[in-house]
T-cell receptor, first 108, second 114 residues
């Protein structure tokens, strides 16, 4: 079983739509959780950290369920510029563990 | 402020050769991590260095080695290259080496092995 599992997509949505991504992780000792965004042939960039209490950054909302080992990302009012691959990430003592990523394509 | 820098940006090598990739972290960051990303996969952890000491090692063969210098820059070496080593090699820096927090990635070195 992979440590971090995500639906690879692609998710095709129109501008203005709301889209949700989920991921599950297997290592219950994971300490921190993140969503990274990666544009085609570019480096990953931190989108947001994820907390059990849930956190929001503009149109983006992330949620962590430690009991179910489940992480989610909700994007509201999708923009064309949101098209990218979204990587679910857990961290331990010294490393980040990435999922394969979920591709989002936002169309006009 | 400059972000994480990596060199070279692209590299083509043949099987059996050796390669050295370089990384300079964000100023003030003391930890450098290396990741390998093959097409269609997420980045996979190779090494983490903090204050010139190896703090973590991923599931990679001994052909992969790294080091960190007193100025916190780092090199990743790969010996006896295989076709399967073709990938984007990413360097990430962070403030500390304990309990990984936010990591900031460089643009990567794209290695092609023929």
């Amino acid at each position: 079983r992979k440590e971090v599992e995500q639906d690879p997509g692609p998710f095709n949505v129109p501008e203005g739509a709301t889209v949700a991504f989920n991921c599950t992780y297997s290592n219950s000792a994971s300490q921190s959780f993140f969503w990274y965004r990666q544009d085609c042939r570019k480096e990953p960039k931190l989108l947001m950290s994820v907390y059990s209490s849930g956190n929001e950054d503009g149109r983006f909302t992330a949620q962590l369920n430690r009991a179910s080992q489940y992480i989610s990302l909700l994007i509201r009012d999708s923009k064309l510029s949101d098209s990218a691959t979204y990587l679910c990430v857990t961290s331990g003592y010294s490393t980040l563990t990435f999922g394969k990523g979920t591709m989002l394509l936002v169309s006009p | 402020d400059a972000g994480v820098t990596q060199s070279p940006t692209h590299l083509i090598k043949t099987r059996g050769q050796q390669v050295t990739l370089r990384c300079s972290p964000i100023s003030g960051h003391k930890s450098v991590s290396w990741y390998q990303q093959v097409l269609g996969q997420g980045p996979q952890f190779i090494f983490q260095y903090y204050e010139k000491e190896e703090r973590g090692r991923g599931n990679f063969p001994d052909r992969f080695s790294a080091r960190q210098f007193p100025n916190y820059s780092s090199e990743l070496n790969v010996n006896a290259l295989l076709l399967g080593d073709s990938a984007l090699y990413l360097c990430a820096s962070s403030l500390s080496g304990q309990g990984v927090g936010e990591q900031y990635f460089g643009p990567g070195t794209r290695l092609t092995v023929t």
